[in-house]
């Protein structure tokens, strides 16, 4: 992805890929998310977020949410383990508003007691609501199981008690630890000047201070295997099989995604699919999951099904595993699965936001972002061997991690 980058003198980067398009999306990522939070902060990071945009030096609540959406544009954001994102789509005449909106809400943004305990019960009802959804909780649950006793585990919404005894200076404490303009990436997609792009970033961000914290982040211990079933006022037995898995750094990391998208990742034509849902009808959503983590990662199955026929469909999901292990996939399959994975890439570009967020992501990790041929070539530059051998380290059955929702009886 060709892409353009000017390095302000504390640190922020603002990075720009030109598109022909009257509408441009941006973001501003931060290199900080529900991991960096101290014990007994669960939550914090996810709420920091709700409060940006809140109030300011500046503007009150009306004034933020109305000052983009007046334009008919679209601003919103979230949190994950490592970052916070702040973004929006807009039309083409609109992008100094928006950084002059997102400068204030990022770094001027005053947690004012009265919207703070507001948004606490907002949250903590978002809690609630997600519990109630157990394709969803499951997620949380497992890996918690994973990561035990390690911030990585830990669920980025916090828990009602967490989020009830967060105070105003935690927030602001938070902010101070973490949100380092060194780690902080401004990005825009859209048909501009280079130059307009950085002249907007030095006015509007150039005056923020320097900010060189030095992240804390703990490295989890390996897992070593298990099961855990949990009873629930639910009508489906959900169930996810996994295992800690390659960093966004590890050289086996497109090997495993491209095993990871043969085995249930998007289409109807993967693997877990064909087997389990279009040859024996035993679930309706069957998908598996690899997220990769600056220094650890996730893989997972999940699935859910009738409480009779979940025995089968674990025995379905470990038997794939178990191929994958045993049998080295033929020059014909390696290279269809190729094809087929690079053609998702090629598409998913035309998500311009997703690509601007990525390409994001990819600047605060790494320091440079693969353009599509050397993506490409990554790809077809994994052998049948490499998969064999990632499928029995991460496969590996013996340390796999089980948990299943069942219904009460």
């Known amino acids: 992805m060709e892409y353009q980058l000017y390095t302000l003198s504390n640190g922020i980067r603002v990075m720009y890929k030109y598109a022909p398009s009257a509408v441009t999306h941006c973001c501003l990522l931060v290199n900080a998310g529900s991991r960096d939070e101290l014990p007994q902060q669960e939550g914090l990071a996810h709420f920091i977020e709700h409060l940006l945009f809140k109030e300011t030096e500046r503007r009150n609540t009306n004034q933020i949410l109305n000052r983009l959406e007046v334009v008919g544009a679209d601003l919103n954001a979230y949190t994950t383990k490592e970052y916070t994102c702040i973004h929006a789509s807009f039309l083409n005449p609109y ?23 507001k948004e606490r019960g907002v ?20 890996e918690e199981l994973l990561f035990k006793d390690h911030p990585i585990g830990k669920n980025i919404l916090g828990t009602t008690e967490t989020v009830g005894a967060l105070s105003r200076n ?40 320097p900010n060189y914290n030095k992240k804390n982040r703990v490295t989890p211990n390996a897992n070593i295997g298990g099961s855990q079933i949990i009873h629930k006022p639910i009508s489906q037995t959900h169930c996810i099989i996994g295992n800690q898995a390659y960093s966004s750094s590890h050289q086996n990391k497109t090997g495993l995604l491209l095993l990871n998208n043969l085995l249930g990742g998007m289409g109807m034509s993967n693997r877990l699919n064909l087997e389990i849902r279009e040859k024996y009808g035993i679930a309706y959503t069957i998908e598996s999951n690899y997220t990769a983590l600056t220094d650890t ?6 699935f859910g099904t009738d409480a009779e026929k979940a025995e089968k469909a674990a025995k379905l ?14 020059t014909l399959q390696l290279h269809q699965n190729k094809q087929k994975f690079i053609g998702q890439i090629a598409l998913a570009e035309e998500n311009r936001m997703s ?31 490499q998969l064999l051998d990632i499928s029995n380290e991460i496969f590996d059955e013996s340390k796999m991690m089980t948990l299943l929702f069942e219904p009460k009886q």
Do not use: C, W
Request: overall charge negative; charged content about 30%.
């Open 170 to 209: 935690d927030m602001q404490q938070f902010i101070t630890a973490n949100y380092n303009t060194n780690e902080i990436i401004f990005a825009v997609i859209g048909d501009y000047d280079f130059k307009k792009v950085t002249k907007l970033g030095d006015k509007y961000f150039g005056g923020i201070a």
């Open 123 to 142: 949250i903590q009802d978002e809690i609630a609501s997600y519990l109630d959804q157990p394709e969803e909780a499951i997620q949380d649950d497992f």
């Open 317 to 330: 999901v470990h038997k794939e595993l178990k191929k994958l292990r045993e049998q080295k996939l033929g």
């Open 355 to 385: 690509l601007i967020i990525s390409m994001a992501k990819s600047l605060v990790d790494f320091n440079y972002v693969d353009t599509l041929p050397q993506l490409f070539e990554k790809i077809n530059n994994v052998t049948a061997n």
């Open 95 to 117: 992008l100094e508003r928006t950084i002059d909106l997102f400068e204030d809400i990022v770094f001027h943004s005053t947690f004012p007691e009265d919207e703070l305990e």
């Open 297 to 302: 990662g996730i893989f997972s199955i999940y």
